[in-house]
């Protein structure tokens, strides 16, 4: 079992910052990616950024997110972080991480992932 707990939400301006944080523990040896992804009411949970647990591999979702959102990992925290900067109204949502620990399905897929935490809102709004 990975367990994962989301911090860092809150309210911001738009064109404001913010850093995400999610603590993993337990089984931590067994992840082999982690993730962020988003859920705004009334839509789908969609995919943010991910992260090779070992590696320097990054993913991201070019088209909402890419060149003001950076994943990046502390293997010595067991920890994740999304620094969202530039931050837009439509980046509203609910930020959830997520661990993959088996398979190869993509990691763009939230069926990809075997573990999830409780979720962080974060509101833009002036």
């Known amino acids: 079992q990975v367990q994962l707990v989301e911090s860092g939400g809150g309210l911001v301006q738009p064109g404001g910052s913010l850093r995400l944080s999610c603590a993993a523990s337990?089984?931590?040896?067994?992840?082999?990616?982690m993730g962020w992804f988003r859920q705004a009411p009334g839509k789908e949970r969609e995919f943010v950024a991910a992260?090779?647990?070992?590696?320097?591999?990054?993913?991201y979702n070019i088209n909402s997110v890419k060149g003001r959102f950076t994943i990046s990992r502390d293997n010595a925290k067991n920890t994740l972080y999304l620094q969202m900067n530039s931050l837009k109204p439509e980046d509203t949502a609910v930020y959830y991480c997520?661990?993959?620990?088996?398979?190869?399905?993509?990691?763009?897929?939230?069926?990809?992932?075997?573990?999830w935490g409780q979720g962080t809102q974060v509101t833009v709004s002036s």
């Open positions: 997520a661990a993959k620990t088996t398979g190869s399905a993509a990691v763009v897929l939230t069926t990809a992932y075997d573990y």
């Open positions: 337990g089984r931590t040896f067994s992840i082999d990616y």
């Open positions: 992260v090779n647990w070992i590696g320097r591999s990054t993913y």
